[in-house]
């Protein structure tokens, strides 16, 4: 065989195989499209349905209720319950979704969480009847802690075998660190978990510091995902917030906030790349500013996603799963075309 041959022969075999080694680094695997939708009144126009038809977003996350402890009197109470507009119709995939506060955990007697759990059910059966929502998942959030994970355990075994039971998947939200310390802080038994791929470094008042999403943050966790013993859908951030600093230390956080909120120069001026410095006293989205506070905003920009997107797929199992964003709001969705959100759903940058 000529040396020229060889080396044609062999440049082949270089591509072939390159190309089998960025498949296997990056399979491309077939996704539901989800949005969660975190808001207590639900209603969506024909162009909210169109724009998500046109995302091919075949299903939707839906903020039931809370799970609250209430001081006032003394016991374990529903709050924020979604509501519903007359208009609701069963065009998507509904997922309910119930946060649980650690404190209702906390408050409640362990021999008490078998009746907890009848009541919380006999709530997402009555507010899904009321309004004809089908539903064949329900989803559980709940950041538990060494104190409460076996209350909430037990509670998401009573709903496991009811939902199994009807037919139905069980799943619950995971945080990053529960996958990296899956051993201390445990598996919750479900049939799913959803990997919350956001909200993963302390939030601060370091400029340029990203507490919703940062590379560096992510990578401390990322490798771990691999070896967590739940099936894995993801959830990745669209949103943005507003960090309230005084003298250096956090006070408080205005959620879905904008640049444009702080465009009145008579209130604030600019301190920065996303720095905005109040001018005097006054109250603002419900927090009280002091003359020389300053303000951090965070957001998640296209490409950030696009990266977060990214860097989750590389650990992600190979099979088929749901990629969620969160959560669907226009005042940040005008930033997304349907080239970036193609990429993101596909995990892909």
């Known amino acids: 065989m000529s040396m020229s041959r060889r080396k044609y022969l062999n440049g082949c075999l270089f591509i072939v195989t390159l190309i089998i080694a960025v498949s296997c680094r990056h399979p491309r695997i077939n996704a539901d499209k989800a949005f969660y939708y975190w808001r207590s009144n639900f209603s969506l126009s024909e162009k909210d349905k169109s724009y998500l038809q046109n995302v091919a977003v075949s299903k939707l996350y839906l903020h039931f209720f809370d799970v609250s402890w209430n001081d006032e009197y003394n016991k374990v109470l529903p709050v924020d319950e979604i509501k519903f507009d007359s208009t609701f119709t069963n065009t998507f995939q509904y997922v309910p979704v119930v946060f649980i506060a650690n404190k209702a955990l906390d408050k409640t007697p362990l021999d008490s969480i078998d009746e907890l759990s009848r009541h919380i059910l006999n709530e997402v059966s009555h507010i899904a009847g009321a309004n004809n929502v089908n539903f064949k998942e329900l989803q559980f959030d709940c950041d538990w802690t060494d104190g409460t994970r076996r209350k909430y355990f037990d509670l998401l075994t009573y709903f496991h075998k009811e939902m199994n039971q009807a037919g139905k998947l069980l799943s619950a939200t995971i945080r990053l ?141 190979d099979e088929r799963r749901t990629v969620t964003l969160f959560d669907y709001d226009s005042i940040y969705l005008t930033n997304y075309d349907k080239k970036d959100l193609e990429k993101i759903f596909s995990l892909s940058n």
């Open 177 to 317: 660190h529960q996958i990296k310390y899956a051993e201390k802080t445990g598996v919750p038994p479900v049939d799913r978990g959803m990997l919350m791929f956001y909200n993963m470094g302390k939030i601060n008042s370091v400029p340029g510091y990203n507490s919703i999403y940062n590379t560096r943050d992510a990578n401390n966790y990322a490798s771990h995902i691999a070896s967590y013993p739940l099936p894995l859908d993801i959830a990745l951030p669209v949103f943005g917030w507003a960090i309230c600093v005084r003298e250096g230390k956090v006070t408080g956080i205005i959620e879905k906030a904008v640049d444009k909120d702080f465009s009145d120069t008579s209130m604030f001026s600019s301190g920065g790349t996303d720095i905005f410095v109040s001018h005097k006293a006054f109250f603002f989205h419900g927090k009280y500013f002091m003359k020389n506070d300053t303000v951090k905003l965070e957001q998640v920009t296209p490409d950030l996603c696009k990266s977060a997107a990214e860097n989750a797929g590389r650990y992600l199992k």
